[in-house]
Every structure is written in C-alpha cells, then in structure tokens.
C-alpha cells in the first residue's frame, strides 16, 4: 500500500498501486502539474518509481499569475 499524504491540508490516501508516481496521482484525479512531490524532505521527479509500503507528500501549487 502506497501512502500520499496530501500537503497543505494534510489528508492521507492510500493507494493499492506502485509504479511511477504520474501515474498514481492521475489515477487519484491529482493532475501532476499541479504538485510538486517529496520522498522524505527531497522532491522527486513525477517519474520516479514508489514502491508499497512507502509513502510520499504531495504539495499543491497554485499559480496566480
């Protein structure tokens, strides 16, 4: 199980898949764009690859430009 703690608000989903993270978030309805993703305190690549049992944060950005 895939743990995504959804920042700022703090939210916990969890997730049955693994694979690469774009994935995971489009399968969530969180478009990858829109985030900016952490293992641990390092942002990583929506590419990367997590595995079950691991857990990432998920910072949403806005742009008010």
Do not use: A
């Amino acid at each position: 199980m895939v743990r995504i703690k959804v920042l700022p608000d703090g939210k916990i989903i969890e997730s049955e898949k693994e694979g690469k993270i774009i994935e995971i978030l489009r399968d969530l309805g969180i478009k990858p764009d829109t985030v900016i993703v952490f293992k641990g305190k390092d942002p990583v690549p929506v590419n990367d690859k997590v595995n079950k049992d691991e857990q990432i944060s998920v910072l949403k950005v806005v742009s008010l430009g």
